[in-house]
């Protein structure tokens, strides 16, 4: 069965220094990738999406993620975090005919002053 | 547009009540899937509705229960609740269900089962 693997479980960053979010998913066929965030309180957003293609992929807010098959990995990163970024992050992989996204625990992130 | 909306945004029962949560998709999204988030298991899946059939099932015990409008609004109900069934219950919705489709969130329900 296919997993997803958030290793931070909370991760605490200075404003504006730069963050990378890992995410590890498991299965042999190739994923449908995405991060979303959720600010407290709210439902999720997504942030970006990887389906094929160029590996590196920009979202909203300011944020990539870079696909590297041979790692099965997907991380989220940030040049320069603001305050607002404060939030959780969830990675989730689907796949070809499948209809269930499966979500990775999620990364806390708290930016500090 | 206007986008996911869930009510009630809270609730508080009591052990034994039953619970009827609703959500209304995004016009022109015939799939909802709902979802419990809670901070010791994350975000685990519930089912998925497509066109009023049930497509998905995650791995819940029968008192977790939904059903689908033929307006694409979606229920679901929680029969003899138990105080570990507190927990935020989301729903998203679709085009077509299928993982490729992004998937946009409601902002959840708050349950809290006293």
């Known amino acids: 069965a296919q997993s997803v693997t958030q290793p931070d479980i909370h991760i605490t960053v200075s404003e504006g220094a730069s963050l990378e979010l890992r995410c590890n998913y498991s299965?042999?066929?190739?994923?449908?990738l995405f991060w979303y965030v959720q600010s407290p309180g709210q439902g999720l957003q997504l942030l970006l999406k990887y389906f094929s293609g160029d590996t590196l992929v920009q979202g909203i807010k300011g944020f990539e993620a870079e696909f590297k098959r041979s790692q099965s990995s997907f991380n989220l990163r940030k040049p320069s975090v603001h305050w607002s970024d404060a939030a959780e992050y969830f990675c989730a992989v689907g796949y070809t005919g499948r209809r269930a996204l499966t979500f990775g625990s999620g990364t806390r992130l708290q930016v500090q002053p | 547009k206007a986008g996911v909306t869930q009510t009630p945004r809270y609730l508080i029962k009591t052990r034994g009540q039953q619970v009827t949560l609703s959500c209304s998709p995004i016009?022109?999204?015939?799939?909802v899937s709902w979802y419990q988030q809670t901070p010791g298991q994350g975000l685990q899946f519930l089912f998925e509705y497509f066109s009023e059939t049930q497509r998905n099932k995650g791995n819940f015990p029968g008192r977790f229960s939904g059903r689908q409008f033929s307006n694409s609004r979606s229920e679901m109900n929680v029969s003899t609740l138990e105080l570990g069934d507190s927990a935020l219950y989301l729903c998203a919705s679709s085009i077509s269900g299928y993982s490729y489709n992004e998937q946009f969130f409601g902002p959840g329900t708050r349950l809290t089962v006293l």
């Open positions: 016009s022109g999204h015939r799939s």
């Open positions: 299965y042999g066929a190739t994923p449908y």
